[in-house]
């Protein structure tokens, strides 16, 4: 049995297509609404279709019209990714059950509705954070596993922690993972490994110093990765680290032997390096990540952060994108 070609909504710079990449399948479309996170995926995935658009404009239908230059009706595909998750993230403390945001989380399966029209849909793969389960979202989220049912599609719902997918870091998310009933013959078992060595100093140690951010600052300036750049530091407590609280969310110092804690930044939270004297590159936060050397990211800083913050561990991504080619039995 072939592998179903995959479609990507809410893409990104492409963390979690990476890693279904890796694992030997075709990307076919992909789409965010962010035009640097489509500019890296461009970069980084020459031979896919990808669209910066706006999904709530473009609609499912608008969808279908960009697939139907690139498949052929009745092909089997794939559908990955993860809607926004600020309406429903624990780090948000104004978070809201009536947050529009939360809406897109339906918009991604009204697609998949739209897509089985002319595709066989044959497996979905839904990424998003913890809270999306609080019992303030309890609704929301039973409205999301309705859906999954009113398509045809057998949902499990599980957390996974990157720690257990060799990546040095504690972020923990929501996967569902749906398929046809048809064709779901063994259960959806992403395979672990043991943590160990899962550390900030196992990931980032040993590079060069990172050049700070500049205006007039050519990428040629920027030594050992294009990414590898941060925020100059100003405040006063870069000049005594020692001295310094870092228990503050915009003053987080990471640990050399512990796991870096999620990298989800927002304005000016990017974590501080071990050393305490500045923040992290981006490069450095891609290497928590699970990022490869080879990997790019578009952009200014501050929509590096962004895609950064946003992405799905590619190593987690990658054992995701076995466990769903050993649940179709592939």
Avoid at 107 to 124: H, I, N, S, T
Avoid at 163 to 168: A, Q
Avoid at 184 to 195: D, H, N, Q
Wanted: with cysteine.
């Amino acid at each position: 049995m072939a592998l179903p070609k995959i479609v990507s909504l809410f893409s990104g710079a492409g963390g979690l297509d990476l890693g279904f990449k890796q694992e030997g399948y075709e990307l076919a479309f992909a789409v965010d609404i962010s035009e640097s996170a489509i500019r890296s995926h461009k970069r980084n995935f020459n031979d896919t279709k990808s669209l910066a658009g706006d999904l709530m404009e473009l609609q499912p239908q608008g969808v279908l019209r960009h697939l139907s230059e690139i498949l052929i009706d009745g092909e089997p595909i794939g559908v990955i990714g993860g809607p926004p998750c600020q309406g429903f993230s624990r780090g948000n403390p104004a978070a809201l059950a009536s947050d529009p945001r939360n809406k897109l989380a339906l918009l991604y399966l009204e697609v998949v509705e739209e897509l089985q029209k002319r595709y066989a849909v044959q497996f979905v793969l839904f990424e998003n954070v913890l809270g999306i389960r609080d019992a303030k979202h309890e609704e929301a989220f039973k409205g999301i596993l309705d859906k999954f049912d009113e398509l045809g599609l057998s949902a499990t719902v599980n957390e996974y922690c990157a720690l257990d997918f060799g990546v040095p870091q504690n972020r923990k998310r929501v996967i569902i993972s749906a398929f046809r009933s048809a064709e779901k013959g063994r259960a959806f078992v992403p395979k672990t490994t043991p943590r160990t060595n899962m550390t900030v100093r196992a990931a980032i140690s040993g590079l060069p110093d990172p050049a700070f951010y500049a205006r007039n600052l050519e990428p040629s300036s920027i030594p050992h990765h294009p990414n590898h750049w941060t925020m100059r530091p100003v405040s006063k407590r870069f000049a005594d680290p020692m001295a310094a609280p870092s228990g503050a969310r915009s003053f987080r110092r990471l640990k050399w032997e512990a796991p870096s804690p999620t990298v989800a930044y927002g304005h000016r939270e990017i974590h501080v390096h071990p050393e305490g004297t500045r923040r992290l590159s981006i490069y450095e936060a891609m290497r928590l990540q699970g990022f490869p050397h080879d990997f790019v990211l578009e952009g200014t800083l501050s929509a590096q952060v962004e895609q950064v913050s946003n992405a799905v561990p590619p190593p987690l991504a990658r054992a995701l994108a076995n466990g769903v080619s050993r649940a179709l039995g592939t």
